[in-house]
Nanobody
């Protein structure tokens, strides 16, 4: 089974940027879609962004990140990215990537912490 590993989290000041990476142990084409979720402290996990892995380049963003975050993929590197700009304290969360395909449970990474604070 393909495994996912996130990296790139850290501490950043408000207004700053970070790029998260989600590296797959195999081909990202084994999934139809890949997502970034986040779980703020004391809150439920929420969907941040989605990207198709092949064919038409299709993306989705939660309203809270639209215009600030960009999801992208590099199939040659089997990696999906989340570029996060103009970060706000409310973006503080553990960020998870996941891969989805029909009829199978989603595959989750272990998460990476993003803290936005001055």
């Amino acid at each position: 089974q393909v495994q996912l590993m996130e990296s790139g989290g850290g501490l950043v000041q408000p207004g700053g940027s970070l790029r998260l990476s989600c590296a797959a142990s195999g081909s990202i084409f084994s999934f139809n879609y890949m997502d970034w979720y986040r779980q703020p402290p004391g809150k439920e996990r929420e969907l941040v962004a989605t990207i198709s892995t092949s064919g038409i380049y299709s993306t989705y963003y939660a309203d809270s990140v639209k215009g600030r975050f960009t999801i992208s993929r590099d199939s040659a590197k089997n990696t999906v990215y989340l570029q996060m700009n103009t970060l706000k304290p409310e973006d503080t969360a553990v960020y998870y990537c996941n891969g989805r395909r029909p009829s199978d449970p989603p595959v989750w990474g272990q998460g990476t912490q993003v803290t936005v604070s001055s």
